[in-house]
């Protein structure tokens, strides 16, 4: 029965899901989308032989996301939305938002908590479907705007390198340079959230110990950020300052976003191990 409401659902919402589709080719932030539905199958398919035998009903708790859907399809339908055939970014994550929603709402009537409970982790999982929503995107740019400024300073400040800085430029011997939203880092630093919150799930067991893997993220990525706009700026100082309109500058993301998967994964071994020694103290007591 829930695999036709489920068919039902995506008929229904046919038209966002295919503006998604369109908005995750277009924009890079978003290009991330169409693996999450991949991924959250397989990852309730390996959990599948810890799902009980007889399904149960929840209304209670369905009618939660079954509410939050409702609020979600009417600011999709919403006459200030733009109209059927102005598809903002706004308009499709309102969308995607009422489906997902409805989606878990069906599954809890028709499935039961205590189904889902095995694989509460990839059905939540399936919540970054949604876009981010331009006030979103636009708050957590200015974040690591500022927050990547700071740590180029600190990266400065620490090398001795001569600089005099004024907000988010920075005024070095030949050049200056500012820190612009597209230096961010957004993406990235969404997409290493996700990859940290996987990561996690995979090989955490307490709670806990994922919050602070998740957590980490966010200073990782202004290290990160702070340290590409240090990089640049010091091969533009010693090396030419060129360096601002090459190759470096414009495609050097993917090289830094690699170096950050490193203490990331330092971090998650160094949980993963403390976990365990906890676990056969535990056991040994």
Sequence with gaps: MFAVVSGLLCLSFIVPLVRLAQLAVSSALHSHIPLIPIISAYLIWLRRRALPPNPTSSPALGAIPLAIG?????????????????????????????????????????????????????????????????????????????????????????????????????QLPGITIQVAEECSGIRSTYVLFITSLLAGYACLRSYWRRAVLALAVIPLGLIRNGLRVYTIGWLCVHVSPTVIDSVVHRRGGPIFFALSLVPLFLLLIWLYKAERRNGRGQSGS
């Design 70 to 170: 409702l609020v979600a399809l009417h600011a999709y339908f919403a006459p200030g939305s733009g109209g059927v055939a102005n598809f903002t970014t706004d308009k499709i994550a309102a969308g995607i938002l009422a489906f997902v929603c409805l989606l878990w709402a069906s599954a809890l009537f028709l499935l039961g908590a205590p189904f889902l409970r095995p694989i509460a982790f990839p059905v939540a999982f399936l919540v970054f479907m949604v876009p981010l929503p331009t006030f979103l995107q636009s708050a957590a740019e200015v974040f690591l705007q500022r927050g990547s400024a700071e740590a180029a300073a600190l990266f400065f400040w620490m090398t001795g390198s001569a600089v005099f800085r004024d907000g988010l430029v920075f």
